[in-house]
T-cell receptor, first 110, second 119 residues
């Protein structure tokens, strides 16, 4: 069974204090690993797709990386507007669905 | 461009009653998914439509749940009769169909969700 574990569950940062969120996964053949951002009362918003180990994607202050067992979402010099829950999900090659982690709730204090 | 819209945003019903949730995907999106998050748990897959056809309904918890997608446009998810454990947020998501390669299930546009409370 595919599994996704995210850590930490919650993270509080001062504005400008860089950090990383972790997503560990086990999947029977990875089709893709996906990062989403979710704001309170909203649906998840797609951020990145990673397909293979060694791949990196960047968007503004966010950079996602992938190894064979985990993915990191690096946040550089975060701002209060980066506060949200960040979700990681995987799709197995044989599947047409996503398996989600429970998310990391990020709070960036001004 | 309008996003994925879901209705109602919140529904409160008694155990044993029926509720129907509706999802309007982004125009032109053939793929439509239903996911849900129950209290304290991860978002979990329910089912996947391509146009009007169910491709995968392996996540549907039991036969109290019925999903339809009329004419390949909007979709409904009916819960009948509702039980306490059905409470949660039901998300709909849509995506375009790939022109080549295997199906990529992850680059989805989600709606804001329908919160269901069963008392």
């Amino acid at each position: 069974e595919d599994q996704v574990t995210q850590s930490p569950e919650a993270l509080r940062l001062q504005e400008g204090e860089s950090s990383s969120l972790n997503c560990s996964y086990t999947v029977s053949g990875l089709r893709g690993l996906f990062w989403y951002r979710q704001d309170p009362g909203k649906g998840p918003e797609f951020l990145f797709t990673l397909y293979s180990a060694g791949e990196e994607k960047e968007k503004e202050r966010l950079k996602a990386t992938l190894t064979k067992k985990e993915s990191f979402l690096h946040i550089t010099a975060p701002k209060p507007e980066d506060s949200a829950t960040y979700l990681c999900a995987v799709q197995a090659r044989s599947a047409r669905q996503l398996t989600f982690g429970s998310g990391t709730q990020l709070t960036v204090l001004p | 461009e309008a996003g994925v819209t879901q209705f109602p945003s919140h529904s409160v019903i008694e155990k044993g009653q029926t509720v129907t949730l509706r999802c309007d995907p982004i125009s032109g999106h053939d793929n439509l998914y239903w996911y849900r998050r129950v209290m304290g748990k991860e978002i979990k897959f329910l089912l996947h439509f391509v146009k009007e056809s169910k491709q995968d309904e392996s996540g549907m918890p039991n036969n109290r749940f019925l999903a339809e997608r009329t004419g390949g446009t909007y979709s409904t998810l009916k819960v009948q009769p509702a039980e306490l454990e059905d409470s949660g947020v039901y998300f709909c998501a849509s995506s375009q169909t790939e022109t080549s390669g295997p199906h990529l299930a992850g680059e989805l546009f989600f709606g804001e969700g329908s919160r269901l409370t069963v008392l």
